[in-house]
């Protein structure tokens, strides 16, 4: 019984030293992509979002709710996009997007301020856009 | 801990720390199947956690962890709720494949095929561990992956 102990650790050690390594290179690369990255200039001056959302995601519905409603509260005229990323696979792996929703968020000139995987609150992202205005 | 009915997609909140625990207790309760053997009862309670997983995404709510998670470990304090607006519907998802792998998994270790069934469980835990540790859905990124290859 020690013995499967031990192994049953090291077997839980090493699924998350490799989704350590995986998450580190996944946001290394992230971190490449809003440093060096553009989207092109917003048609209204104002913040942009890029909402990448896929088939059969229930997350992305929500997401696109949250992303109205957001619109609605910011002024400033705020841009929101919805990407399909299957359909627009070559820009969804330009930017990184490795599940649905992703949520990019860039300033009036195209400049990447962050890119987030997962459904995103309208708390964060009003953050967001306070940093990309 | 996860919201009962309600349309796809709608305005639902999901207790994230409660969909935590419930991947906690995969995760541990598999290793401690793994550790005692099948022959100590370990194939039972892979079938005991696959049939809870099984409950948990049927009846939304009413799965045994949900339940534990609900009515001692909040009103106790042991965890705090942490309701965020969420989907529940990829969660149940998940949620009903962990349960068929288990029970295929007990299946296998019932009738002899020790490796094949503790291969099929290690991945549920593998998968559960990934979710619990970084919040990354491996199903969604298959499923999104596999319709990109169609695609093409």
Partial sequence: MIERFVLGMIVLGLIASIGLLLRWRQQHRIAAIVSTRSIGSSANGGPQILSFYGPGCGACVTQKRVLEQLQQSEPGGLSVRLVDAVAECDLALELGVIVVPTTVVARPSGDIVSITSGLVSSDKLSRELALAS | ?152
């Avoid at chain 2, 207790?15 to 995969?26: C, T």
């Avoid at chain 2, 995404?57 to 965020?84: C, D, M, N, T, Y």
């Avoid at chain 2, 990354?136 to 499923?143: A, K, L, Q, S, V």
């Fill in chain 2, 1 to 152: 801990m996860v919201a009962t009915t309600v349309p796809r997609g709608s305005r639902a909140k999901v207790d994230q720390n409660g969909l935590r625990f419930n991947q906690a207790m995969i995760v541990l309760l598999t290793l401690v199947a793994f550790v005692v053997g099948t022959g100590n009862g370990g194939a039972w309670i892979v079938l005991l956690t696959g049939l809870s997983m099984a409950i948990g995404a049927a009846l939304p709510g009413r799965g045994p962890f949900q339940l534990l998670h609900r009515h001692l470990l909040l009103p106790s304090g042991v965890i705090k709720a942490r309701p965020e607006e969420d989907d529940p519907t990829p969660h149940r998802f998940a949620q009903s494949m962990g349960a068929v792998c288990l029970t295929l998994s007990a299946i296998l270790l019932f009738a002899g095929f020790a490796t094949a069934g503790w291969v099929l469980a290690w991945i549920v835990v593998a998968l559960a561990l990934v979710n619990l540790l970084f919040g990354f859905c491996t199903g969604c990124f298959i499923f999104l992956n596999l319709n990109r290859f169609l695609a093409r």
